[in-house]
């Protein structure tokens, strides 16, 4: 089972991109995030022209997040439990959808940025992730030892050589303690980065800034992740970040992450 996770920055911009990359990559799942479209505009004839099911969350212009699976795709839950929202309204945003593809609980998140330490949204930010924490803390500790990954862009560089230079972040999101303790909770509570051993660091990033020259001049970031419980992530076999994506016309900011599960 191949299962990858993409922030494309715009499913309508990436879609001729996105489509190319499905038709030679071989992923079985893919979890997508930032749409940056609403549910009536997203384009599903991209996934079941190829033979994807496809479930998709929407609201506006911004975030949006989906799951196209070509070996089923059952039981989908928009959002989770306790999610908090934000602003005077406290709206819940389009940021998280969950789905069982062939026995396995997949998560598509986009987890909040944060913007600047102290703003109201990093408090959102972190409220957020202890809401997915303890989500999946109810999940792993049902007796049921469940099959599940968290794909998707977490906004945070949990390990200092996940940033290209951590004196150009002194004082920033992403690498704040606040940040990284939350995204250290997850895995304490039973998940395992799957990707990282087959990838490591340092200069093994997922982003990379349009601005600045950042791709050309290797300054990127590890952001997004697959996060599994332990019975998937010990089927863990292979993976790779996909930097090529990165590159020419139209990229998105993000490279896909892959990872391949033995069956």
Not at 27 to 46: N, R, Y
Not at 78 to 104: L, M, N, W
Not at 166 to 186: C, D, I, N, Q, Y
Not at 241 to 253: F, L, N, Q, V, Y
Request: proline letters at 5%; a negative charge.
């Amino acid at each position: 089972m191949r299962i990858a996770t993409w922030n494309v920055n715009s499913i309508r911009a990436r879609a001729d991109r996105i489509g190319a990359w499905l038709d030679r990559s071989d992923a079985d799942v893919l979890a997508i995030q930032e749409l940056k479209c609403k549910d009536s505009q997203f384009p599903q004839d991209l996934f079941t022209d190829r033979g994807y099911e496809v479930a998709f969350h929407g609201l506006n212009q911004w975030n949006g997040v989906a799951i196209a699976s070509r070996i089923g795709l059952e039981d989908v839950e928009i959002g989770f439990p306790e999610v908090p929202g934000f602003g005077d309204d406290d709206e819940v945003e389009a940021r998280a959808i969950s789905a069982e593809c062939d026995g396995v609980r997949v998560y598509s998140l986009y987890v909040p940025n944060g913007r600047e330490v102290d703003h109201p949204h990093y408090h959102y930010k972190l409220l957020w992730l202890a809401a997915l924490r303890a989500e999946i803390v109810r999940k792993l500790e049902s007796g049921e030892n469940p099959e599940l990954v968290l794909c998707g862009d977490f906004n945070v560089a949990p390990q200092d050589e996940d940033v290209w230079d951590m004196a150009a972040f002194e004082g920033a999101t992403h690498v704040s303690e606040p940040e990284r303790a939350a995204f250290s909770a997850l895995l304490d509570a039973g998940l395992t980065d799957v990707a990282r051993p087959f990838t490591p660091g340092p200069g093994v990033y997922t982003y990379w800034d349009y601005q600045q020259l950042r791709f050309p001049k290797k300054q990127g970031m590890r952001i997004d992740f697959q996060l599994a419980s332990a019975p998937l992530a010990d089927r863990a076999v292979d993976a790779f970040i996909d930097r090529e994506e990165r590159k020419g016309k139209g990229a998105s900011d993000h490279a896909p992450v892959v990872v391949d599960y033995r069956s």
